[in-house]
T-cell receptor
Framework: DADVTQTPRNRITKTGKRIMLECSQT?????MYWYRQDPGLGLRLIYY???????NKGEISDGYSVSRQAQAKFSLSLESAIPNQTALYFC???????????FGPGTRLTVL | AQSVTQLGSHVSVSEGALVLLRCNYS??????LFWYVQYPNQGLQLLLK??????LVKGINGFEAEFKKSETSFHLTKPSAHMSDAAEYFC????????????FGKGTTLSVSS
């Protein structure tokens, strides 16, 4: 079984809709991250969390919100989706600063 | 602030040829550096990482990278390319907010021809 899972894997939605992307992990890691990948831009950090009560904005948090429901679950929401939020979204986990970050399989989101 | 520059968005090699993917970093503190690979329609997988131990780091699938502080480089190499190496490769450094997130380069797509 995969250690970091993301649901859904693919989603097509319309402008203005609220969307939630979910991430679950069985690695027992405290730190969780949400990244966005755009062609030619690499990955950029949206939000990160050190534990359930510690959530922080990343480089491109505008238009997004997150919820850390438990150590193992970290959800990303788009309150009102817009077309330039069309991208590949990745969740990642790690134990500490210098540790490897382990990535989920990604969610491909298309906003029409 | 930390940053990463990958030279060449696309590299093409023949099967059996040397693979060299270039990465230069900027960091005000001793860096933690990573190479990740992304196969089509998949997530990112760690190839190798540098955390201030040996300057020559060996990774999976025959890849290695050498940390050169004087050149601020962390280039990825493989002596002999295989068709299965075709993928996108990302260099990354730990940095950003609270010094905990990965700062990625823009990626290099490796094509391997027979």
């Amino acid at each position: 079984d995969a250690d970091v899972t993301q649901t859904p894997r693919n989603r097509i939605t319309k402008t203005g809709k609220r969307i939630m992307l979910e991430c679950s992990q069985t690695k027992g890691h405290d730190r969780m991250y949400w990244y966005r990948q755009d062609p030619g831009l690499g990955l950029r950090l949206i939000y990160y969390s050190f534990d359930v009560k510690d959530i922080n904005k990343g480089e491109i948090s505008d238009g997004y919100s997150v919820s850390r429901q438990a150590q193992a679950k970290f959800s990303l929401s788009l309150e009102s989706a817009i077309p330039n939020q069309t991208a590949l979204y990745f969740c990642a986990t790690s134990t500490d600063r210098a540790d490897t970050q382990y990535f989920g399989p990604g969610t491909r989101l298309t906003v029409l | 602030a930390q940053s990463v520059t990958q030279l060449g968005s696309h590299v093409s090699v023949s099967e059996g040829a040397l693979v060299l993917l270039r990465c230069n970093y900027s960091s005000s503190v001793p860096p933690y550096l990573f190479w990740y690979v992304q196969y089509p329609n998949q997530g990112l997988q760690l190839l190798l990482k540098y955390t201030s131990a040996a300057t020559l780091v060996k990774g999976i699938n025959g890849f290695e990278a050498e940390f050169k502080k004087s050149e601020t480089s962390f280039h990825l190499t493989k002596p002999s390319a295989h068709m299965s190496d075709a993928a996108e490769y990302f260099c990354a450094v730990i940095g950003g907010q609270a010094g905990t997130a990965l700062i990625f380069g823009k990626g290099t797509t490796l094509s391997v021809s027979s």
